[in-house]
């Protein structure tokens, strides 16, 4: 895929991705965002993200980001990233659909491809390594490479989970070379937590519950108690990991509230899981080691459904 080519006459060029951003949703998109305006300054290129944590404030572009999607004049390309448009925020959704081009740029194994042009790896460590291959390295800055560089960090867990590749080592190499500051961005971005959120994250290790023999870990934080602590979702990220890094753990499973009877699931394994197929059952996606979902009931509800795929996918390694 050339990226510039398919961008070509474009006098407005839209980017997004999908809802409840992470790491490597907002970095892709801003990296792309930043290409977009330093080789097509004639364009109008915009961002249309759910507003990210404010822990990626200092990427370039961030301020730009709009969330209200109230553009209604139609775009020449559409470019969806990290994610397939269902899981786009619905009023990004409405503008993607009057878009003359579309365009789905992913690593996710349960994308099968959307749009009029799709370019779906699912061997790549994240969508900010994607949009490293894709770019024009002579238009290559600072500013895009830690764009590019969160993107990589927050998907792989700093390079530690298993979808880091050498390709992942050697372009993580070439990045920190611009010579942004590179340690500081993994301590705040990756690490750093607020007080908070250390509260939270102790509140869900205290009322964690183990299941399947021990194998399996799950907890969970209703609205009520989201309330007490005053955070929403983007407080939340990470805690799963936290969970999965449990010595004896093949799966860790952490839920919210979302609304009534309605919890976001997120998913975390070694070897013996594929969560990815888990979490697709329940109508979600992601990684074979990282996956997730939106599942309706009661917690035991939600749990018990979850924990026949997951014995269903361990059975498969005996």
């Keep these: 895929m050339n990226i510039l080519q398919e961008c070509q006459g474009a006098s407005r060029i839209a980017v997004t991705g999908h809802v409840r951003p992470d790491g490597d949703c907002v970095g892709s ?4 965002f930043q290409y977009l305006q330093k080789m097509m300054p004639q364009a109008r290129v915009q961002v249309y993200l ?3 944590a404010d822990i990626f404030s200092g990427i370039r572009g961030y301020d730009q980001i709009d969330s209200a999607c109230e553009d209604t004049d139609p775009y020449d390309v559409f470019f969806v990233l990290d994610s397939v448009p269902e899981r786009m925020m619905e009023p990004a959704k409405k503008i993607y659909d009057r878009a003359k081009k579309t365009v789905n740029i992913d690593h996710h194994i349960s994308n099968e491809g959307a749009g009029d042009l799709s370019w779906v790896v699912p061997e790549a460590s994240s969508t900010a390594e994607l949009i490293y291959e894709l770019i024009d390295k002579s238009a290559m800055d600072a500013d895009i490479a830690m764009a590019i560089y969160i993107g990589i960090i927050h998907d792989t867990g700093v390079f530690q989970y298993s979808n ?43 009322e964690s519950i183990r299941f399947m023999d021990g194998s399996c870990i799950v ?4 609205r009520k108690t989201m309330d007490f602590y005053n955070v929403n979702h983007k407080d939340l990220d990470g805690i799963v990991n936290h969970l999965r890094n449990i010595k004896g753990i ?12 309605e919890y976001k699931v997120s998913l975390r394994s070694d070897e013996w899981v594929d969560v990815s197929k888990v979490a697709a059952f329940f109508g979600g996606g992601g990684h074979m080691r990282a996956a997730g979902c939106t599942m309706r009931g009661t917690f035991h509800d939600c749990v018990n459904n979850l924990s026949l795929h997951i014995k269903e996918e361990m059975e498969k390694q005996e």
């Design 250 to 261: 093949h799966c860790a499973v952490f839920m919210y509230q979302t609304d009534v009877l």
């Design 29 to 32: 998109c801003l990296a792309l």
């Design 164 to 206: 880091t590749s050498p390709r992942t080592m050697e372009i993580g190499a070439q990045l920190i070379g611009y010579g942004f500051d590179f340690p500081r961005l993994i301590l705040e971005t990756f690490y750093q937590r607020t007080y908070v959120q250390s509260q939270v994250l102790g509140r869900v290790l205290l």
């Design 50 to 52: 759910e507003q990210p």
């Design 219 to 222: 907890s969970c934080l209703d």
